[in-house]
């Protein structure tokens, strides 16, 4: 059975003592569940009954692509004009209550397990609907056109109506749920699930350009970033800037899942000199 973790809210009491894990250096952030208090949450011009906390934003030096936030709108609440850039691109992952999203002038109902893509320049809307606040996580990126490539189009679909592609010789214990082909070239950002089974390792440290979000949606186990082992678990962020290497060891006693966001499929922005004319 499918079981996705959202921040309750909340504040911890007087007494509690602080043993928290969280962590920010060079190369990645670590935002653990303890950390999604009241304290921390913010609101949206042009959001009704809506509350979010702000996990990524781009910063200079360090993940400079994309913005997440995780979403609690409350029955009634929502928005007809979510977000005023109209160069950025979505992706929504349900993890809770019901809501009606409508894009380009077509309606979808929306639960736990749901996840639209919405192109850069669609109007859109969302409200929420049910006894219980609609929950989940919104994406946010601006999207890249190439030469000779089209946008791409918008869709919706529910996670367990993909089936899970095993990485080969794993045993069936590390695999992906793919919302988009990798080699579709009109999209310049992957949001997708990496499940492991108990016992599943990333057996090698991966060190490459992708800047990445992983928000954990169920189970626990040790994560490397960069050089430190870090115990993580269901409702624990990490956020990693190009080229910190992980790896990742699900020790169980059940599955490891989390959505995790890279950025794709596009050249390396030039900077230096030989992107304003020759050298000299």
């Known amino acids: 059975m499918t ?13 509690a003592l602080m043993t928290g894990r969280a962590a920010f250096t060079n190369s990645y952030a670590f ?20 509350r979010l906390w702000l996990i990524a934003r781009p910063m200079s030096g360090f993940a400079e692509t994309f913005s997440q936030y ?14 005023p850039e109209t160069g950025a691109e979505h992706w929504l ?8 999203l409508t894009i380009a002038g077509t309606g979808y109902e929306m639960e736990a397990g749901s996840y639209a893509y ?36 918008a869709f919706v679909i529910n996670e367990r109506d993909i089936a899970v592609r095993w990485m080969p010789d794993t045993q069936d214990r590390w695999g992906t749920t793919r919302f988009v082909e990798p080699d579709d070239l009109r999209h310049d950002a992957h949001v997708n699930i990496v499940t492991f089974q108990p016992g599943g390792v990333i057996p090698f440290e991966e060190t490459h350009v992708m800047e990445h979000g992983l928000y954990v949606l169920e189970g626990k186990a040790v994560y490397k970033l960069n050089q430190d082992w870090v115990e993580v678990e269901a409702g624990d962020f990490m956020w990693l800037r190009a080229y910190c290497p992980q790896a ?3 020790a169980g006693p059940g599955r490891f899942r989390y959505l995790l966001y890279k950025d794709v499929n596009r050249h390396a922005k030039l900077r230096g000199p030989g992107a304003f004319g020759p050298f000299r």
């Open 3 to 15: 079981s996705y973790y959202t921040p309750p809210g909340g504040l911890p009491p007087q007494t």
């Open 31 to 50: 935002i653990p569940k303890g950390c999604f208090s009241d304290i921390v949450t913010s609101h949206l011009p042009g959001w009704t009954g809506t």
């Open 70 to 83: 995780v979403m609690e709108v409350a029955p009634g609440g929502g928005s007809n004009t979510p977000d």
């Open 93 to 100: 992952f349900f993890t809770g209550g019901l809501a009606t």
């Open 118 to 153: 919405i192109p850069a320049a669609t109007p859109w809307a969302l409200h929420a609907e049910g006894s219980s606040p609609a929950r989940f996580h919104w994406l946010r990126k601006i999207y890249e056109p190439a030469p000779g490539t089209p946008a791409p189009d």
């Open 248 to 250: 990742c060891y699900a």
